[in-house]
């Protein structure tokens, strides 16, 4: 089990079974929510608790990001078509055991940094 919270406290959430999809993602939504590069994790919606409630962002037609509305931690993305969530990586009490496996939408990252290393890159 994987325990993780927003940095007041205010939203926490456990996380039962094995993440998937462990990725950086670089895409201009993540890196202007988050400050930079938002990795997560992907659980089906039923493997995760949420206590407190955070609030929602519907950020396009497709997806939401859920996120403190006390402190402004960004905590979730949600896809409105599907039955999996994806969780921040930085709000889980260590140690987790998860390695990032891939960095996403790499075309759209920002010109003030390089990707270092030898995880696939996806476009």
């Avoid at 859920?66 to 140690?95: M, Q, V, Y």
């Avoid at 987790?96 to 890159?121: C, M, N, S, W």
């Amino acid at each position: 089990m994987l325990n993780g919270q927003c940095l007041c406290g205010d939203v926490s959430f456990q996380v039962k079974g094995m993440p998937r999809d462990i990725s950086a993602c670089h895409c201009g939504q993540c890196r202007r929510q988050s400050g930079h590069v938002w990795a997560s994790a992907v659980i089906p919606e039923a493997d995760l608790t949420i206590t407190g409630t955070p609030n929602w962002f519907e950020a396009s037609a497709t997806a939401k990001r859920g996120f403190c509305g006390r402190c402004g931690s960004f905590l979730f993305w949600k896809a409105h078509d599907e039955d999996t969530i994806s969780f921040a990586l930085g709000a889980l009490d260590s140690p987790t055991g998860l390695r990032l496996e891939k960095h996403i939408f790499v075309a759209d990252k920002g010109d003030y940094y390089d990707i270092e290393g030898d995880l696939p890159q996806r476009a």
